[in-house]
């Protein structure tokens, strides 16, 4: 086809059109024809959950390749650019892979299949070209019958649960446990953490045991070790991820001693999860676009110093009152901004909804930019945190840290 990265962004931003069809048959059928590459992944730790999987999926890669594992990481969506979502030894993939791997998948037919279900495909073929000894898999949405679901992972991992995507996945937390218990596999060993609401723990224990599992951990307390991401919700997910590596062990797939572990949680980062950007004022970056994440946020900007601001924007379908709820004790000052795409809602609607909810210094800017000329000027703002929406964070990103940035913005469609 000899196509280009960017020819590659279109294809696949076209795809979007299709929305989020949740199923694997489709998948399974094209990787049949590519050979299966997801047979060919090393060992597989597949992790879900509401909110923390991103942050638990890093931290065990950390660990594992601080133990001399080669460890790929396949997770979603990206901030800046499309190949962070293909992690290799710590690097992401080059433009070259992901153009060779998306002439192969498309050549087998995934053309026909949803935008999450090409690059699932794409990230397939492309990490088991690598030949890694072990892949950290990250659901995408749900669980059950999301497209990663076509890999017999050796383990499953749910941090936890908590309401969100209700519209796809359910509007109580048992539905949603459900969805999100369909990645434990019968025979297979399952590790469930404290990433979410405690009422969901009992029904991820009851599918667990439904389902078959060979053996179970419920990951009792937060981890004591020094994390090198920020906030006490880290602590949780770095305790979820430890109890993964526990069992890598068992499957004799890493040896990881404790001095080794401290080491790779001491020093693991993760961009846009409570990541600093030094200057004054210092401005934090933190993709928390749900309640249960803006609770984590806002007790992790709790020991920030102040007077804080927030910079804000959110997609229109979510839960706003519940997202600004747990930031009003926190914040000073709020900026009602939003990201340049059509999911994000408008600011004005946002200050609204934030008046409502209790900020009382509340004001409004059309872009992120306009934001963040707002903060520069402050006098009286000690700390910025910039949330609400990962995909005002990649654009947070891609200004303050010149982060990779792709040559145009391709986003997973709105559930």
Not at 146 to 159: C, G, M, Q
């Amino acid at each position: 086809m000899n196509v280009t990265y960017r020819e590659v962004l279109e294809r696949l931003f076209a795809a979007r059109r299709a929305g989020i069809v949740l199923g694997l048959e489709r998948v399974t059928t094209v990787l049949a024809r590519l050979g299966n590459p997801e047979r060919r992944l090393g060992a597989v730790v597949h992790v879900g959950g509401t909110n923390g999987k991103g942050s638990t999926a890093v931290m065990i890669a950390a660990i594992a390749e601080a133990a001399g594992a080669r460890v790929a990481v396949y997770s979603s969506p990206h901030l800046s650019s499309l190949r962070e979502r293909i992690v290799v030894g710590g690097v992401m993939i080059d433009e070259d892979e992901v153009v060779a791997s998306a002439e192969a998948v498309w050549a087998a037919g995934a053309d026909t299949l949803t935008f999450f279900e090409q690059v699932t495909v794409l990230a397939f073929h492309a990490i088991a070209a690598k030949r890694p000894d072990l892949t950290v898999l990250e659901v995408g949405l749900g669980g059950r019958l999301d497209a990663t679901n076509v890999v017999d992972a050796e383990f499953a991992v749910v941090t936890g649960i908590a309401l969100d995507h209700q519209a796809m996945l359910g509007d109580t937390l048992a539905a949603i446990a459900a969805e999100k218990a369909g990645i434990f596999k019968p025979g297979r060993r399952a590790v469930i953490g404290l990433s979410g609401e405690p009422a969901a723990t009992a029904d991820l224990v009851l599918a667990a045991r439904t389902a078959g599992v060979s053996h179970l951990t419920c990951v009792a307390a937060p981890t004591t070790l020094p994390v090198g991401l920020s906030g006490a919700h880290q602590q949780r997910n770095a305790a979820c991820a430890l109890a993964a590596v526990d069992e890598l062990e068992a499957l004799g797939v890493v040896a990881a001693p404790a001095e080794l572990r401290a080491r790779a949680l001491a020093q693991v980062r993760h961009p846009g999860r409570m990541e600093l950007v030094p200057g004054s004022p210092p401005i934090w970056l933190d993709g928390a676009h749900n309640p249960h994440g803006a609770a984590a946020l806002a007790e992790a900007a709790a020991a920030l110093p102040a007077p804080r601001a927030l910079v804000l924007a959110v997609s229109a379908d979510k839960d706003v009152a519940g997202i600004l709820a747990p930031l009003v004790p926190v914040f000073a000052t709020l900026v009602a901004t939003r990201y340049q795409q059509p999911r994000a809602l408008d600011p004005a609607a946002l200050a609204t909804a934030a008046r409502a909810a209790g900020f009382t210094d509340v004001s409004e800017a059309p872009s992120l930019p306009d934001a963040l000329l707002t903060m520069v000027h402050s006098t009286i703002v000690r700390s910025v945190v910039i949330a609400g929406s990962l995909m005002l964070v990649g654009e947070a990103r891609s200004r303050l840290v010149g982060a990779p940035t792709d040559p145009m913005v391709v986003t997973d469609p709105a559930p």
